[in-house]
């Protein structure tokens, strides 16, 4: 995995607030969207390993160039039903810090809709309830011509000791 800068350290941590760059996508027919500086790529959504002894949001794994990628199912983490997979289901690579280092992560998404820059002044506070989505997992509410982007926390949302390789059984890690 790749070292950390400093800046990346601070960008990845969300200093400066919810604003700036973001991946707009659905799931479970919500617009949602992440900081642009946490995706890495987004891949078509293909072959998983399954993995037992995971949480039931955790699909499986996947064999991104060399690295063994645990992917999230963001519908089942939310609570709801696992994704129906369609044509247009893909899965969001992320970077996210982890000990110094990057991990990588997949989420299991609807669609992935398009990039936006969002304004500070379009940002309001979480709701602290009336959402299909735990309040800590939403770090705001950006305010669109027709309602409203729910922005997520990674860094809430997803349980990094859980997921990474040092969990999965030895005969899935590529070194092992």
Do not use: W
């Amino acid at each position: 995995m790749a070292e950390l800068t400093e800046q990346t350290t601070l960008l990845l941590n969300g200093v400066g607030g919810p604003a700036g760059q973001h991946l707009s996508f659905r799931c479970m027919r919500v617009a949602l969207a992440l900081p642009i500086s946490r995706v890495r790529e987004i891949i078509e959504y293909g072959h998983l390993t399954e993995v037992p002894m995971m949480p039931d949001y955790v699909r499986g794994v996947i064999n991104l160039r060399g690295n063994v990628v645990p992917v999230v199912d963001l519908a089942a983490r939310f609570g709801g039903a696992l994704t129906q997979i369609s044509r247009r289901t893909c899965i969001i690579i992320l970077e996210l810090p982890n000990e110094g280092e990057l991990a990588l992560v997949g989420l299991v998404v609807d669609a992935v809709d398009e990039v936006l820059d969002i304004d500070p002044a379009q940002v309001e506070p979480p709701p602290s309830f009336g959402t299909a989505i735990r309040s800590d997992f939403i770090e705001g509410m950006a305010r669109r011509e027709d309602g409203f982007l729910i922005l997520l926390r990674v860094d809430k949302l997803l349980d990094l000791e859980r997921l990474t390789p040092e969990t999965l059984p030895a005969e899935l890690t590529l070194g092992g």
